[in-house]
């Protein structure tokens, strides 16, 4: 079994920064694509930043220079640094990791629980 736990979140006001981390346990053998998606209140889940295959990553186009992504995937970390932060940026934050538990199994998709982000003065 996968767990994927993040921490970091909080309050913090316009213009500031915060880091999250999300560190993925179990039963992994690889992981094809790990990254980070949000939830506002009344809006979908959007893509914030997502390392794919290959190591590149992509961001969403509203948090492009504001924030950065980074791993150590020998751990089966990834982070995501939120700088600038906006009161549009207010959202619960998701762990996503697409990744295989044995060699020859098919790629699973997973979740972490959400670390919520408040930006506000």
């Known amino acids: 079994q996968v767990q994927l736990v993040e921490s970091g979140g909080g309050l913090v006001q316009p213009g500031g920064s915060l880091r999250l981390s999300c560190a993925a346990s179990?039963?992994?053998?690889?992981?094809?694509?790990m990254g980070w998606y949000r939830q506002a209140p009344g809006k979908q889940r959007e893509l914030v930043a997502v390392?794919?295959?290959?190591?590149?990553?992509n961001y969403a186009d509203s948090v492009k220079g504001r924030f950065t992504i980074s791993r150590d995937y020998a751990k089966y970390t990834v982070f995501l640094e939120l700088n600038n932060l906006k009161p549009e940026d207010t959202a619960v934050y998701y762990c996503?990791?697409?990744?295989?538990?044995?060699?020859?199994?098919?790629?699973?998709?997973?979740w972490g629980q959400g670390t919520q982000v408040i930006v506000s003065s």
């Open positions: 179990g039963s992994i053998f690889s992981i094809n694509n």
């Open positions: 390392f794919i295959s290959g190591g590149s990553t």
């Open positions: 996503n990791a697409a990744l295989q538990t044995t060699r020859w199994g098919r790629l699973g998709d997973y």
